[in-house]
C-alpha cells in the first residue's frame, strides 16, 4: 500500500493511503465463493445461485470491508513505523468509490504532537514560602478550639464573639443583584469582621434584617467566598459585594481548657496543661503551613511550565471537537470553549512529558501500596485500626472497579508528580507569616 504524509508549519496533517484492487481482491473472491455456498435465495438450492447474482448482492460490501480492515491496519502501521505521535484520533476525509477501479486513495486529517523542550532544573527558581505559627496563630486556634467544643444558645442581640448565620446574594456595589448568581447559606463570627462600621452595622442588625457586606471588610485570613463553598466558576462570577439577610444569631460560651477538654483532643493523658496543648497546635499548624507551602511551590512550577511555547494543531482539533463523542459540539462551541480546551490540552501534554522523562508512571504493586494505606488512614478515622497487610485485600478489591482505580491512579500520580517538581527546581525562599501568605494566594487567585 502506497503512503503519502504531509504537514504544514502549524502540525495539520494529512496521510494519504493508496491501496491497489491486487491487495484485496484475492480475499473478496474467497468470500464470495463462501457466500455463495452458504446463501439461501429464492428459487436456487444453497450453493447452485449464479455467480453474478451472489456479486450483485454482496461484492460491494465485502469489498468496502476489507479495503476498510487494510486501510486501518496500514494507518497504525504507519503511524508506529514511521514513530509518529498524534493528538486526538485519524478523521477520514469525506469522498466517494469507484468499485470498478484498480486502486483506490483514501485521506486522513490528523493533529501531529509536538515537541516539547521543558525547563525542568534547579537554576529555575520559584518562591518557597517558610513559615512558622506565630503566637497570634496559637491564640487563634487555641481561641477556635474552645469556641467549638463550647456551649451553643440562639441569642437576640449579638456580642463581640458571637456568629451571624443567613442567606447571602451577590449584588453590585450599590446593592443591585446580580443575574445568574445563586443564593448561598452561611455562617461566620463577628470577630471576622476588621471593619468597625461593618462591626457596628452587624450588631444593630436584627432578625429578617438585611445589610449590604463588602468582602474587603473582613481579616485578611477570612476568605467569605470559600465559607459559601463557591465553585471557581461562582468565585469569577462575585462581585466582592454580598446582600445578606440574617437568619439567626448565636452565642457560644467557650470551651474551659481543662484535662476533660485536651483528652477529647487528643486522648488519654496525651496533653495535660495549656502549654501542651499549644506544642501540639504548633506542630499541626506547621504541617498544614509546609503542605500549603509545598502545594503552591507545585502551582508556581505549573504556571512556569505553561509559559513553555509549543504549537498545537488547533485546525485538526477544533474539527475532531465537532466529530467525536456522544454529543459532538457544534462550530460556536468549541470556539468558545476552545481557550479552556487548550489550556487543558497543554498541560496535558506536559504532564505526559514530565511522567516519560522522569519515569513516574504508576505500577500496579505501588498503587495497590498506595490505597492500603489510604484503607488504614479511613478506618483510623472510624475508630479502627489496622495493619497493611490486612488493607491489602480491601484495596484490591477498591481497585476492581475501573472508576475507583482512576480515581486513586490519578491521585498518586499527582503525589509523585509534586514530589518531582518539589526535588527539580530550585526553591528561593520567602519568609512569610501564615496570614501575609493566604493574602497573596488570594490576590493571585482574582
Known amino acids: ?20 484492487q491486487s491487495e484485496y481482491s484475492d480475499a473478496v473472491e474467497k468470500q ?13 438450492r444453497p450453493g447452485t445461485a449464479p455467480m453474478t447474482l451472489i456479486r450483485r448482492q454482496y461484492q460491494e460490501p465485502i469489498t468496502a470491508d476489507e479495503i476498510n480492515k487494510r486501510l486501518q491496519d496500514e494507518l497504525y502501521a504507519y503511524l508506529e513505523r514511521e514513530k509518529i505521535e498524534i493528538l486526538g484520533q485519524p478523521l477520514p476525509v469525506p469522498g466517494s468509490i469507484d468499485f470498478s477501479a484498480d ?8 493533529g501531529l504532537a509536538p515537541e516539547l523542550n521543558l525547563e525542568v532544573s534547579e537554576r529555575v527558581k520559584i518562591p518557597f514560602y517558610v513559615m512558622e505559627p506565630t503566637a497570634k496563630d496559637l ?10 467544643y463550647g456551649a451553643m444558645s440562639e441569642v437576640d442581640e449579638a456580642g463581640d464573639n458571637d456568629f451571624f448565620y443567613g442567606q447571602f446574594d451577590v449584588v453590585t456595589r450599590r446593592g443591585e443583584a446580580v443575574e445568574g448568581t445563586a443564593t448561598k447559606q452561611g455562617r461566620f463570627g463577628l470577630s471576622a469582621a476588621s471593619s468597625r462600621s461593618l462591626k457596628k452595622d452587624l450588631k444593630a442588625l436584627a432578625k429578617g434584617g438585611e445589610l449590604v457586606i463588602d468582602a474587603s471588610d473582613f481579616e485578611k485570613d477570612f476568605d467569605l467566598a470559600h465559607v ?8 469569577a462570577m462575585a462581585t466582592g459585594y454580598y446582600r445578606f439577610k440574617l437568619e ?6 467557650p470551651a474551659e481548657l481543662n484535662a476533660e477538654m ?11 496543661d495549656e502549654a501542651g496543648l499549644r506544642d501540639k497546635i504548633r506542630e499541626e499548624l506547621s504541617q498544614v503551613y509546609m503542605r500549603d507551602a509545598e502545594q503552591h511551590f507545585f502551582n508556581a512550577a505549573t504556571d512556569k511550565l505553561m509559559e513553555t511555547k509549543f504549537k498545537l494543531p488547533a485546525k485538526f482539533l477544533k474539527k475532531w471537537m465537532t466529530s467525536t463523542g456522544d454529543k459532538p459540539l457544534d462550530a460556536a462551541e468549541v470556539e468558545s470553549q476552545w481557550p479552556k480546551t487548550e489550556k487543558a490540552m497543554r498541560w496535558q501534554l506536559i504532564e505526559s512529558k514530565l511522567v516519560k522523562d522522569n519515569h513516574l508512571h504508576i505500577h500496579q504493586e505501588e498503587l495497590v501500596d498506595f490505597v492500603s494505606t489510604e484503607v488504614v488512614t479511613r478506618m483510623r478515622q472510624f475508630g479502627r485500626e489496622i495493619g497493611i497487610e490486612e488493607a491489602r485485600p480491601v ?28 526535588s527539580a527546581f530550585g526553591k528561593k525562599e520567602v519568609k512569610a507569616n501564615y496570614a501575609d501568605f493566604v493574602k497573596e494566594i488570594n490576590k493571585n487567585q482574582k
Do not use: C
Request: no cysteine; aromatic share 10%.
Open 1 to 20: 500500500m502506497k503512503s503519502n504524509w504531509t504537514v504544514d508549519a502549524d502540525l495539520n496533517a494529512r496521510l494519504t493511503l493508496t491501496i491497489e
Open 32 to 44: 464470495l465463493a463462501d457466500y455463495r455456498k452458504k446463501a439461501r435465495i429464492p428459487g436456487f
Open 103 to 110: 486502486s483506490h486513495s483514501f485521506e486522513f486529517d490528523m
Open 139 to 148: 491564640d487563634k486556634e487555641v481561641e477556635n478550639l474552645r469556641q467549638r
Open 228 to 235: 459559601l463553598g463557591y465553585s471557581p466558576e461562582e468565585r
Open 248 to 253: 439567626q444569631i448565636f452565642h457560644i460560651e
Open 262 to 272: 485536651f483528652d477529647k483532643l487528643f486522648g488519654q493523658g496525651a496533653v495535660t
Open 395 to 422: 484495596a484490591m478489591n477498591l481497585l476492581k472497579e475501573r472508576a475507583q482505580a482512576e480515581q486513586y491512579s490519578e491521585q498518586l500520580l499527582q503525589r509523585k508528580l509534586m514530589s518531582f517538581v518539589l
